[in-house]
């Protein structure tokens, strides 16, 4: 079987709810605009890097979402969020601390890792590149608030982090935030993960995936995810240009 951060965090968050989704084939549509939004925005930063045009991605991209029935925050609309995105791209490329060579084969990166006999863990990168000329994994994030930046060394914690710098191998890790607020704000988190952090989420996972095949479903799990040294942060997931390459 094939497993996923975003099925280990499911499981730990509530072990019969992933039975539902997971093995029972139950499927709930998502009418969350900032995650449609989201999915969107990452388009639009993909079209960049490949010299394409990123605001007209970004408005083919959410217009296919504008007839849906979303449901938005409340200072949230259709069109704020579309303003906040344009004006999010042109922050990031006046910025010009992210570059992105090759993207056919450094965006959107498929890694897989065996588990044991017969099971593996599959991750998504959003981006292998350099900030700052600093080779690293890249993820974008959007979100309505800033990411917390303090207490020192708080990124390094991050799960999702800590995961997929176990599957690549890469210890350089960022979280690249585009923050949607009046005045909105990329900001640049970056981090290192260390050998024994990723070792022990390697452990974290083999010991979820044995509960999940012991058929273990109570209604609540109450284990946190992850472990005591890897825990969850605090947080909450009309433009033409060319970008520039090096």
């Known amino acids: ?10 499981y730990l968050a509530c072990p019969r709810r992933y039975r539902h989704r997971y093995l029972d084939g139950w499927k709930e ?10 999915r969107a925005f990452e388009r639009a930063l993909g079209a960049l890097f490949r010299w394409e045009d990123p605001g007209a991605v970004l408005f083919s991209e959410w217009s296919a979402c504008q007839s849906q029935e979303l449901h938005y925050s409340k200072r949230d ?26 993207p056919q084969r450094n965006l959107q990166i498929k890694f897989t890792r065996p ?17 700052d000329g600093t080779r690293c994994l890249l993820e974008w994030k959007t979100s309505s608030s800033r ?25 350089e890790v960022a979280h690249v935030v585009f923050v949607r607020k009046s005045m909105v704000e990329v900001q640049y988190l970056s981090t290192t993960i260390t050998d024994e952090q990723r ?30 040294s890897v825990q969850q942060l605090p947080v909450r997931g009309a433009l033409s240009w060319k970008a520039s390459d090096d």
Request: charged share 25%; aromatic share 12%.
């Open 1 to 10: 079987m094939t497993y996923s951060y975003t099925q280990i965090s499911h």
């Open 29 to 38: 549509k998502d009418t969350r605009a900032a995650m449609l939004f989201g």
């Open 77 to 102: 609309s259709w069109e704020r969020m579309l303003r906040q995105g344009l004006m999010l791209l042109t922050r990031f490329w006046q910025d010009d601390r992210v570059r992105v060579l090759q």
């Open 115 to 131: 588990i044991g006999e017969k099971n593996d863990f599959v991750a998504y990168i959003d981006a292998i590149g350099r900030l």
């Open 147 to 171: 990411y917390p930046e303090e207490p020192e060394g708080l990124l390094s914690l991050d799960p999702q982090l800590v995961c997929y710098s176990w599957i690549t191998g890469i210890a």
């Open 199 to 228: 070792q022990e989420f390697g452990h974290f996972v083999e010991g979820t995936i044995r509960r999940i095949e012991s058929a273990d479903f109570p209604p609540h799990s109450g284990i946190r995810f992850p472990p005591e």
